[in-house]
């Protein structure tokens, strides 16, 4: 497929305007529930609200531009390189959507233990809040290298269209989950991620962290011992809260708190665990320094 190709799928395929209808019930779903909880006593921070629409505006105006074209272009390569070639058509678009949630599964895994990748991730989770307007708080940076993880996908013959699309829906059928206005759905939550399942991947309690990374199913997380029912009420947020509804400072803050711990590192083995380590490591002799 050439590049010129490409591009006229993105601009002329009616896969757009699937995503383009999932957009606009996800914005409708999203602005219901702000006059539900402005009319209501749901408890809400609208200044947490207002940074998180905030981010999903420059978010926007950085996918019109080139920010938006580098996950094609990066692919491209890859696509011209692999031998192997998927037809596209009904049954395939049902496989790339379900290697597309596979990919997510493992992207978002690895994105909660890594942390120069958590620096990025961490965004999404820094909220105390938990309503539909989380689903729009989502890192600036993130979008410059996700396309990454669709690697696999295209050396297996799928084309960077159907990668990208596929993950674009798994992301897009997140949003109606971020809710607390939607209880557990009994034997749906063992199988899809709901609003149930996903409130436990927010939270900060101990038994919550790092669980229930599926995108569209849970089946993942079953097969990886990543499964967690929600069993006790929910704490959101970070371990250790920002307290800020500054956007530039949600975005940021993790890679200031990294760059302060490498400052401190006192040899580059270390720095280097650091920032491509866990996310709990640090070295010995921080400790010592404390004490």
Same mark, same amino acid.
């Given at each position: 497929?050439?590049?010129?190709?490409?591009?006229?799928?993105?601009?002329?395929?009616?896969?757009?305007?699937? $995503?383009?209808?999932?957009?606009?019930? @996800?914005?409708?779903?999203?602005?219901?529930?702000?006059?539900?909880?402005? *009319?209501?006593? !749901?408890?809400?921070?609208?200044?947490?609200?207002?940074? @998180?629409?905030?981010?999903?505006?420059?978010?926007?105006?950085?996918?019109?531009? $080139?920010? +938006?074209?580098? +996950?094609?272009?990066?692919?491209? %390569?890859?696509?011209?390189?692999?031998?192997?070639?998927?037809?596209?058509?009904?049954?395939?678009?049902?496989?790339?959507?379900?290697?597309?949630?596979?990919?997510?599964?493992?992207?978002?895994?690895?994105?909660?233990? =890594?942390?120069?990748?958590?620096?990025?991730?961490?965004? =999404?989770?820094?909220?105390?809040?938990?309503?539909?307007?989380?689903?729009?708080?989502?890192?600036?940076?993130?979008?410059?290298?996700?396309?990454?993880?669709?690697?696999?996908?295209?050396?297996?013959?799928?084309?960077?269209?159907?990668?990208?699309?596929?993950?674009?829906? &798994?992301?897009?059928?997140?949003?109606?989950?971020?809710?607390?206005?939607?209880?557990?759905?009994?034997?749906?939550?063992?199988?899809?991620?709901?609003?149930?399942?996903?409130?436990?991947?927010?939270?900060?309690?101990? !038994?919550?962290?790092?669980?229930?990374?599926?995108?569209?199913?849970?089946?993942?997380?079953?097969?990886?011992?990543?499964?967690?029912?929600?069993?006790?009420?929910?704490?959101?947020?970070?371990?250790? %809260?920002?307290?800020?509804?500054?956007? *530039?400072?949600? @975005?940021?803050?993790?890679?200031? @708190?990294?760059?302060?711990?490498?400052?401190?590192?006192?040899?580059? !083995?270390?720095?280097? !665990?650091? &920032?491509?380590?866990?996310?709990?490591?640090?070295?010995?002799?921080?400790?010592?320094?404390?004490?």
């Amino acid at each position: 497929m050439s590049f010129a190709r490409l591009i006229s799928l993105f601009e002329e395929s009616r896969f757009m305007d699937y $995503i383009a209808y999932i957009f606009l019930f @996800n914005l409708a779903i999203i602005v219901l529930e702000i006059v539900f909880d402005a *009319f209501t006593s !749901k408890e809400r921070r609208w200044k947490d609200s207002i940074a @998180n629409f905030l981010i999903f505006f420059i978010n926007q105006l950085l996918e019109k531009t $080139i920010v +938006g074209s580098l +996950g094609i272009i990066a692919l491209m %390569p890859f696509h011209y390189l692999t031998p192997l070639a998927i037809p596209m058509n009904a049954w395939t678009w049902i496989l790339a959507v379900i290697a597309a949630d596979f990919t997510y599964y493992w992207m978002h895994r690895i994105e909660h233990e =890594h942390r120069i990748l958590w620096a990025n991730h961490s965004i =999404h989770h820094s909220s105390e809040d938990y309503n539909l307007t989380i689903s729009w708080r989502l890192s600036l940076v993130e979008p410059m290298i996700e396309w990454i993880f669709l690697v696999p996908m295209i050396l297996i013959g799928f084309s960077p269209f159907q990668a990208i699309i596929g993950l674009v829906f &798994v992301a897009q059928f997140q949003t109606w989950i971020h809710t607390e206005r939607i209880g557990k759905l009994g034997w749906l939550d063992l199988i899809f991620n709901t609003p149930s399942v996903h409130r436990v991947h927010h939270g900060s309690n101990t !038994k919550y962290l790092d669980k229930n990374y599926g995108g569209i199913t849970m089946i993942w997380d079953h097969l990886f011992g990543t499964y967690q029912k929600e069993e006790e009420k929910v704490i959101y947020g970070l371990t250790k %809260p920002i307290k800020t509804n500054n956007i *530039f400072k949600i @975005n940021f803050i993790e890679y200031q @708190n990294i760059w302060n711990d490498v400052k401190k590192c006192r040899t580059w !083995k270390d720095r280097f !665990k650091i &920032v491509f380590g866990g996310l709990s490591w640090r070295p010995d002799y921080f400790r010592e320094e404390r004490d």
